[in-house]
């Protein structure tokens, strides 16, 4: 019971990261056996450990740390458990108060002083995993209901290990179907996708009636974050969104990933201000050149004139049209072209960003479709007009984005080196993938002069992909 | 559910292009072709047949030959093996596209490496249809509406929904979800895929078409072999065009010899022919000789034309038949013997000497063993030589003029031309040819 007690302690200490809890348990386990067979070397060094468990003292290399340790043998093992400690504070990530069930416990005690040194197969590694309750449904409690929509449904839950607040998905299996196409690619592109922006996917619990994934749970999405502030939010919050969205986009879009439904509902905000992208069920990996792709894609509001017209041939430009329209969102409370149809949706776009001609859109007046609609020719309107708040490089890279012929968008790796992001400093752009900006003192949220405290309304949280097109 | 399902898997129709091409839509990764691009190679290299129209929705039988063995090796359980027949039935009914076996196939490959117990467990049909239809789950995109569920895959395959539903929930399971694929491992495995089937294709027809040589030779391997044998092939070229011109070079300096030698016997016939010879060919002097493009592989046109004006030559003088016939036997004479001393010269020498543009080891280690007359006339050839600069910048052997170039009679009667006519470029000078040139040549020439 001692022993649980330590590795409570190691696991508070360490910082939460966006790891999936698998990995981290996996690395847990095997930190366990070797511990375990330190054990029977020298019980008296526990509380040395201890000592070491102090943040300070990682600042001491094992070379020069060579007073700490009175005899030669306890300095090999000072240093190799100083190493082992880092490593766990390095990759654990979210078991803060895991409890392990105690038939685990036997196990892992039952096999150690022997075949400890040994890595852990791929085999046992998963037995354990599975062992402590991973990819078992009962694992979770489920709390409330967050949304629903035609084929999923999502709770708030607990997970039993970590008592950690979750996001669980549930997505009914029909029978004839199997697993739907959404679900495989959501799945399998966010196994991919590992980055400070971009939702955790923790687990996967795939039973013959329903396949559950498991998220890190934030508490808004930007939509009701909007709400929550009255639809005015703090210019400067405007730009640090603005940068984790693009930041997290252009991880994505070097993973050759569209995102395909971008919209303030699909991006989560937790207390901190982190946004993360979630909702990949329409997304789509671009590796594998393949025919046509579905334009039924992106929310009407959210979708570019191009899928409009009804192109099937795009690329990454898609999805910054989006971020175009949100940054806009953000800046005014209000949704730049909240058309209900596709045509009044092209009469909205039209109508503020003047109609297309040859000069701004390339070969536009040989689009069949386009001439079908004849819309009237209409001047582009200045943006400043319609965003008095946004400041003129705002303004810039807003107009950058909201361009008609994809390649002319800017791309989001472009998009966050923009003069916009001049004040956040340069250190933003060298943070390594899996860490949040937030981590830097200079980025703060600042108090949005609309807020009204935290309310917070889990409705309708457009998870699922039905939900998300009109 | 045919229909339903041809839909889906719409092969790769070739597209018009209305809208903007695939290269401004493919800008942010311009490595990767296009659609367009990637089905017209599928088309011409997994023998899916020329007709544009035909759709590319069912395995062509190569890849399924190849596919099915590669099946076999990879799940080794002898139960339900996968056959031929069932292979193309399945991808008949489930109008499989080639990206999904491609797809697929890299599946299989990274089963192979992640979870090989997994492979031991299942049979080699299953797992044909398994990873088929994940494949084409994954890469599908076409709306909701055309969906294809997983009674349509037991269908096809000849199984209950059940048996899919868990099939696929343990192949998801075995492979991690992990189903994201890089380009990068997608097209190792088509460039695999077509090497397969060119080879395969190749070695059953007993030759090889255009297309299949194509694939072959952005292999590796096959590369490697081609370019080895690419190697071998210049260096006998280069040997063989060596001896030749090295023949050529001799008979035509005993030519040369011959008839300096007839024409000091018979100075009335020989020297008028000559000047009739020498100004048109001097013309063309300047306009060859600064040409850097003579290298080893112009130089080796037969010495057919001038054999044949030596022939005419010896015709319109009827009255040296007797010269003439001496002069084609001592020309035997010297092609034979000069072979063979430079076959054994060659043989000394390493291999690696013997590349076109290090001739100068070979003009050093010239000795000739052909007559004394023979001698001489080699060094008066490297004297014209040494008289261009930019020649002896290449260094060519004394050969190189003969037989190649349009001066190649010039330099066959060029004998009695003295070095300064030569030298003074661009102009071209009288040429007279008398007795006394010739002794004064002779004496310039060998000093000794």
Redesign the interface.
């Known amino acids: 019971m001692n022993k649980m007690k330590t590795f409570k302690r190691r696991f508070s200490l360490s910082v939460p990261r966006t790891e999936t809890i698998e990995e981290s348990l996996a690395e847990f386990t095997e930190q366990y056996n070797q511990r375990n067979s330190r054990h029977t070397e020298g019980l008296g060094q526990s509380h040395l450990q201890l000592s070491h468990l102090s943040p300070g003292s990682a600042a001491l290399s094992p070379l020069d740390g060579g007073g700490l340790s009175p005899t030669s043998l306890s300095y090999r093992n000072a240093a190799h458990r100083r190493l082992s400690m880092e490593d766990v504070s390095k990759r654990l990530s979210l078991p803060m108060d895991i409890r392990l069930p105690p038939e685990l416990l036997d196990k892992l005690q039952m096999n150690s002083p022997e075949d400890d040194q040994k890595p852990l197969t791929?085999?046992s590694r998963r037995a354990s995993l599975s062992d402590i309750g991973f990819g078992k449904l009962e694992t979770y409690v489920k709390l409330d209901k967050l949304g629903e929509g035609t084929y999923a449904t999502v709770f708030k839950g607990r997970s039993k290990l970590t008592e950690n607040l979750v996001a669980l998905k549930e997505i009914r299996?029909?029978?004839?179907?199997?697993?739907?196409?959404t679900a495989?690619?959501e799945?399998?592109?966010l196994?991919?996708l590992k980055h400070a922006n971009i939702v955790t996917l923790h687990d996967?619990i795939?039973t013959?009636y329903s396949l559950t994934l498991v998220f890190e749970y934030l508490d808004n999405d930007l939509k009701q974050y909007l709400d929550n502030c009255g639809n005015l939010m703090c210019m400067h919050n405007v730009k640090i969104f603005m940068f984790q969205l693009l930041r997290g986009l252009s991880y994505c879009?070097r993973?050759?990933?569209l995102h395909r439904d971008l919209k303030p509902q699909n991006l989560l905000i937790n207390e901190k201000g982190e946004l993360k992208l979630a909702d990949f069920g329409l997304a789509?990996?671009?590796?594998?050149?393949?025919?046509?792709?579905?334009n039924?894609v992106v929310t009407l509001w959210y979708r570019p004139p191009?899928v409009l017209l009804g192109?099937t041939?795009?690329?990454?430009?898609i999805d910054m049209w989006g971020v175009g329209c949100i940054q806009y969102e953000m800046a005014t409370g209000r949704p730049i072209f909240p058309g209900s149809t596709v045509k009044e949706e092209l009469h909205l776009i039209f109508r503020l960003l003047g109609t297309p001609t040859d000069e701004t859109w390339s070969?536009i007046s040989?689009?069949?479709e386009f001439k079908a609609y004849g819309f009237p020719q209409y001047r582009a309107q200045p943006l400043k007009n319609h965003t008095p708040r946004l400041d003129t490089e705002g303004i810039d890279l807003l107009s950058s984005l909201l361009l008609y012929e994809?390649?002319k968008r800017i791309?989001a790796e472009e998009g966050i080196r923009h003069s916009y992001f001049k004040s956040l400093g340069e250190r933003v752009l060298t943070l390594p993938d899996t860490t949040s900006i937030f981590t830097l003192k200079e980025i703060q949220l600042q108090k949005d002069p609309g807020h009204r405290g935290s309310i917070f309304h889990h409705t309708a949280r457009g998870k699922t992909r039905?939900q998300s097109i009109f | 559910m045919k229909h339903r399902m041809s839909g889906i898997f719409?092969?790769?129709?070739p597209r018009d292009e209305?809208?903007?091409g695939?290269e401004?839509?493919?800008?942010?990764?311009p490595f990767?072709?296009?659609?367009p691009q990637?089905?017209e190679r599928v088309r011409k290299r997994l023998y899916y047949g020329l007709e544009g129209d035909c759709p590319m929705e069912n395995l062509t039988s190569p890849v399924a030959d190849i596919a099915v063995e590669l099946l076999q090796k990879a799940a080794p359980s002898p139960i339900r093996r996968l056959q031929k027949q069932y292979a193309a039935h399945v991808s008949r009914e489930a109008c499989i596209?080639p990206?999904s076996m491609m797809?697929a196939l890299v599946y299989i490959e990274r089963l192979r490496h992640?979870?090989p117990?997994y492979l031991q467990q299942i049979s080699s049909s299953d797992l044909f249809l398994i990873s088929l239809m994940?494949a084409s789950?994954?890469?599908?995109?076409?709306?909701?509406e055309e969906?294809v569920?997983?009674?349509e895959?037991g269908a096809a395959g000849r199984l209950d929904?059940n048996t899919?539903?868990t099939l696929?929930?343990n192949f998801?399971?075995a492979i991690?979800?992990?189903?994201?694929?890089?380009?990068r491992e997608?097209f190792e495995v088509l460039r695999w895929l077509e090497g397969r089937v060119a080879e395969q294709q190749g070695l059953k027809r007993g030759w090889f078409t255009y297309t299949d040589s194509c694939v072959l030779l952005e292999q590796g391997l096959w590369q490697k072999v081609f370019s080895d044998f690419c190697q071998q092939f210049t260096r006998l070229a280069c040997i063989l065009g060596l001896m030749y011109l090295t023949g050529v070079a001799t008979l035509f300096a005993s030519v040369a010899v011959l008839h300096k030698a007839s024409g000091e016997i018979n100075k009335t016939v020989l020297v008028p022919s000559i000047k009739a010879q020498s100004p048109g060919h001097g013309i063309f002097i300047p306009l060859t000789m600064p040409s850097p493009a003579l290298s080893e592989e112009i130089l080796s046109p037969p010495a057919a034309p001038c054999a044949l004006e030596e022939e005419e030559l010896t015709e319109k003088r009827p009255g040296v038949t007797a010269t003439a016939l001496y002069l084609w036997g001592s020309m035997l004479t010297a092609l034979v013997s000069g072979d063979k001393g430079l076959l054994a010269d060659e043989e000394s020498l390493p291999p690696d000497r013997l590349c076109p543009f290090c001739s100068k080891q070979r003009s050093t280690t010239w000795p000739q063993p052909g007559s004394r007359h023979n001698h001489t006339q080699h060094c008066s050839n490297k004297q014209y030589v040494r008289a261009f600069p930019g020649l002896d910048h290449y260094s060519f052997p004394d050969t190189t003029f003969c037989p190649s170039s349009p001066n190649a009679c010039m330099v066959s009667h060029s004998g009695p031309i003295p070095p300064g006519a030569m030298s003074g470029p661009l102009e071209l000078k009288p040429i007279s040819c008398t007795a006394a040139d010739f002794a004064r040549l002779k004496t310039f020439i060998v000093p000794g």
């Not at chain 1, 041939?313 to 430009?317: G, L």
Request: proline share 7%; with cysteine.
């Open positions: 791929r085999l299996l029909e029978h004839e179907e199997g697993a739907p196409c495989i690619r799945v399998s592109l196994k991919n996967i795939h013959e879009h993973k050759k990933i789509r990996a671009k590796s594998v050149p393949t025919k046509t792709y579905s039924e191009d192109s041939e795009y690329s990454t430009p070969e040989t689009n069949k994809q390649k791309s039905r | 719409r092969g790769f129709p209305d809208g903007p695939p401004c839509n493919f800008q942010s990764f990767l072709p296009g659609h990637l089905s596209s990206c797809l992640k979870n117990d994940v789950k994954y890469l599908y995109d076409e709306g909701e969906e569920f997983n009674d895959w929904v899919v539903n696929e929930m998801l399971h991690d979800w992990s189903l994201y694929t890089h380009p997608f």
